[in-house]
């Protein structure tokens, strides 16, 4: 287990959070990097293929 | 007994009920229509999922208790799974919500559904907040002493006091994930009863 340890020494948490200010927003990098994600994730599935449909269609 | 007298009890009224909006047929399909062949229709699906996982790891913290998930390797192990499961229900359930509302998913008599869903997040924020006051370490004394202001601003701190921890824990273990789960299954089941909501018509029609 204890190699499993070291692995969060890869990410420093003794320092200050970094924060995004912009404006009246204030975000923490971490959090901005999520909310980036889910709108990778929306775009995403509005047009990746989804797997099966041309099949299904020409069955119709 | 008369048929008038069996179809006057309440077990007959609430069976025909039950089965009139709800056939085995509707409650468990075999087909969906093509427009749901999309990948934003398996954010709900993925947030269920998520949702269970939250709960079977909830469960295993709430058997072994807080020295447990403090000390032990597999015990740090469960409350990440609990912890990662719920980044996992908030991302899918806000790529959900996105998706719901840039479809109107609440036309055709499908405002209950949306409701529900709006009332299981805001559950959920209540459950993820008591959660984090929750873990019994230095993380959760800081997040309750930072909260209590807020929430002793607003007066609501009398009944709501996020620095007892034996209220804060019951409300994350009991009410409020009770609660979560009690809309999530009425939320899914309204999805059955109405049927997934069909697309915008292509002459801008809202119907
Ligand atoms: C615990 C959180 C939630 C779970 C487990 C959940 C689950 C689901 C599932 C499985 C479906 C059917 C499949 C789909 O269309 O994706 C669905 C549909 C729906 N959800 Fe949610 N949902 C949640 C939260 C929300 C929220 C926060 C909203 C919006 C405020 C919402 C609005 C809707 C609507 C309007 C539909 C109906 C779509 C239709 O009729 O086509 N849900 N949900």
Redesign the interface.
């Known amino acids: ?1 204890a190699y499993l340890w070291s692995l969060a020494a890869l990410i420093p948490l003794n320092n200050y959070g970094h924060y995004i200010h912009w404006g009246v927003i204030d975000i923490s990098v971490a959090n901005f990097i ?1 909310v980036v ?2 709108i990778i ?2 775009v ?3 047009f ?1 293929p ?1 797997p ?2 041309s099949r ?2 020409e069955s ?1 | 007994m008369s048929t008038a007298e069996i179809d006057r009890q309440w077990t007959t009224r609430l069976r025909k009920r039950a089965t009139g909006h709800l056939p085995p047929e509707k409650l468990l399909p075999d087909t969906q229509p093509a427009y749901v062949s999309s990948w934003i229709y398996v954010f709900g699906v993925t947030t269920l999922a998520a949702l269970m996982m939250v709960i079977l790891s909830g469960i295993i913290l709430a058997i072994r208790g807080p020295q447990w998930w403090h000390s032990s390797a597999i015990g740090h192990f469960v409350n990440s799974t609990h912890l990662w499961s719920v980044e996992i229900f908030f991302f899918a359930m806000i790529v959900h919500l996105w998706g719901k509302f840039f479809m109107a998913a609440w036309r055709g008599g499908r405002s209950l559904t949306w409701v529900t869903g709006v009332v299981t997040f805001l559950a959920s924020v209540g459950t993820a907040f008591t959660g984090y006051v929750s873990q019994t370490n230095f993380d959760s004394q800081w997040i309750s002493t930072q909260a209590k202001d807020g929430i002793n601003a607003t007066g609501a701190g009398s009944i709501f006091n996020v620095l007892n921890l034996g209220q804060m824990l019951m409300w994350h273990i009991v009410l409020l994930p009770l609660a979560a789960v009690l809309l999530t299954a009425i939320h899914v089941l309204m999805v059955r009863v109405k049927g997934v909501v069909p697309p915008f018509e292509e002459n801008g029609a809202t119907k």
């Open positions: 287990m999520v994600l889910m994730a929306f995403a599935a509005l990746l989804f099966g449909r299904r269609k119709r």
